[in-house]
């Protein structure tokens, strides 16, 4: 029997062409519990001045899948196998003295608790300045100029004087932006965003998601936006990710995504997207159930306890064979339902269901 599925065979570019390339990424836990599958067979492209969007709930392996790109999990309890390529740089194998010159200077991460990532202890300015001056061999001085440019940048206004500020003094927007300036203060090619607006209200929200777009558009920064909420990344995301139980499970533009999704978890994440446009008061539907655990996933297709159409799906292939990624109505999806009824359930419950 031959071994290359369609799947594979549309889902295995060459290695290393785009500018963040991730191939069969793979990372394992060994816990007390037992063995903790986070990310399997994880691979995506990102070319340069483009935004990615991973979503998916809380657990679904994005930050254990971009932890292991920045090189940041801990060896002694983790396996970690595939390959990922930072501009032509193999980042797996590379030592750790390879990734410190990397992390800060080529690539950088912003995380959802700016508070937490901060130190309290010091100022703000000296934690912008901090790593330019060690990525630059800058002065003091040269140091906290930069840090005073980078926070009018994001938008603080009085940077002069807020630079003396320490982070308990700005309020959790401010804080967000502190910190982005912190991750782009050395012009990193590669920013990873980890749900940098989580903890904020919806206006903020807004107003963090623009600000990376217009510093996007400055520098030319690649981006990776990690989010549970699709609708964060409308505005700013070229191709979108969407990850279930540590695998991905559609791939596509975002445009492909929000119009023509080809999966019923996609369709739950379409569902739940907060419509404040709506003239009516549309309630989130969020997706029934809860993600599964990865000590010890659902078989077949790990989403099969919380779907509404399996059984649409001949016999119970859904419990026993774990659907492939593959192309279905032009994009990439990994569901036993055939194109035909995808694009059925798709144009006749979910889209109306979404305008109205
Ligand atoms: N250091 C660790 N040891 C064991 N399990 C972990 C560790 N870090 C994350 N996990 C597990 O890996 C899975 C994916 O986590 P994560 O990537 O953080 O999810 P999210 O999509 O919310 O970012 C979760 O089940 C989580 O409990
Ligand atoms: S493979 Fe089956 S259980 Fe999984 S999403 Fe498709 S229909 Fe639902
Ligand atoms: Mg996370």
């Known amino acids: 029997m031959s071994t290359l599925t369609k799947s594979e065979a549309v889902d295995a570019p060459q290695a290393g062409n785009a500018f963040l390339s991730v191939r069969d990424l793979r990372v394992r836990f060994r816990t007390e519990d037992g063995i903790v599958n986070a990310v399997n067979n994880l691979t995506f492209d990102l070319e340069q001045g483009k935004t990615l969007g991973i979503v998916g709930e809380s657990g679904s392996g994005k930050s254990v899948s971009n932890l292991a790109v920045m090189g940041l999990h801990n060896p002694r309890n983790t396996t970690i196998e595939g390959t990922v390529t930072l501009d032509g740089q193999e980042l797996l194998t590379a030592s750790q003295r390879e990734l410190e010159k990397l992390r800060g200077n080529k690539m950088a991460m912003i995380f959802q608790d700016a508070l937490a990532a901060l130190s309290p202890y010091y100022t703000i300015g000296r934690q912008i300045a901090e790593p330019f001056m060690k990525h630059t061999g800058a002065n003091k001085?040269?140091?906290?100029?930069?840090?005073?440019?980078?926070?009018?940048?994001?938008?603080?206004?009085?940077?002069?004087?807020?630079?003396?500020?320490?982070?308990?003094?700005?309020?959790?927007?401010?804080?967000?932006?502190?910190?982005?300036?912190?991750?782009?203060?050395?012009?990193?090619?590669?920013?990873?965003?980890?749900?940098?607006?989580?903890?904020?209200?919806?206006?903020?929200?807004?107003?963090?998601?623009?600000?990376?777009?217009?510093?996007?558009?400055?520098?030319?920064?690649?981006?990776?936006?990690?989010?549970?909420?699709?609708?964060?990344?409308?505005?700013?995301?070229?191709?979108v990710l969407v990850m279930y139980a540590?695998?991905?499970?559609?791939?596509?533009?975002?445009?492909?995504?929000?119009?023509?999704?080809?999966?019923?978890?996609?369709?739950?994440?379409?569902?739940?997207?907060?419509?404040?446009?709506?003239?009516?008061?549309?309630?989130?539907?969020?997706?029934p159930g809860t993600p599964p655990s990865l000590l010890n996933p659902p078989t077949g297709c790990a989403f099969n306890p919380r779907c509404a159409y399996r059984e649409l799906v001949d016999g119970d292939k859904c419990v026993t064979e774990r659907p492939p990624l593959e192309l279905a109505n032009g994009h990439l999806s990994a569901c036993h339902l055939t194109p035909a009824q995808k694009q059925s359930i798709l144009t006749e419950q979910i889209l109306p269901r979404l305008s109205s």
């Open 141 to 239: 001085k040269e140091g906290r100029e930069r840090a005073i440019e980078m926070l009018r940048r994001v938008g603080i206004p009085q940077p002069q004087t807020r630079v003396d500020d320490f982070p308990h003094q700005f309020s959790g927007g401010m804080r967000q932006r502190a910190m982005i300036a912190m991750a782009l203060v050395c012009d990193p090619q590669l920013l990873i965003a980890d749900e940098p607006t989580t903890a904020l209200d919806v206006t903020v929200q807004a107003q963090i998601v623009d600000l990376l777009k217009d510093l996007q558009q400055e520098s030319g920064t690649s981006i990776v936006f990690i989010t549970h909420d699709l609708g964060v990344i409308r505005e700013i995301a070229d191709d």
């Open 246 to 287: 540590g695998r991905a499970v559609e791939r596509g533009t975002m445009r492909e995504v929000l119009k023509t999704s080809q999966h019923p978890y996609g369709w739950g994440l379409l569902s739940s997207i907060p419509r404040i446009n709506s003239s009516v008061d549309v309630p989130l539907e969020p997706i």
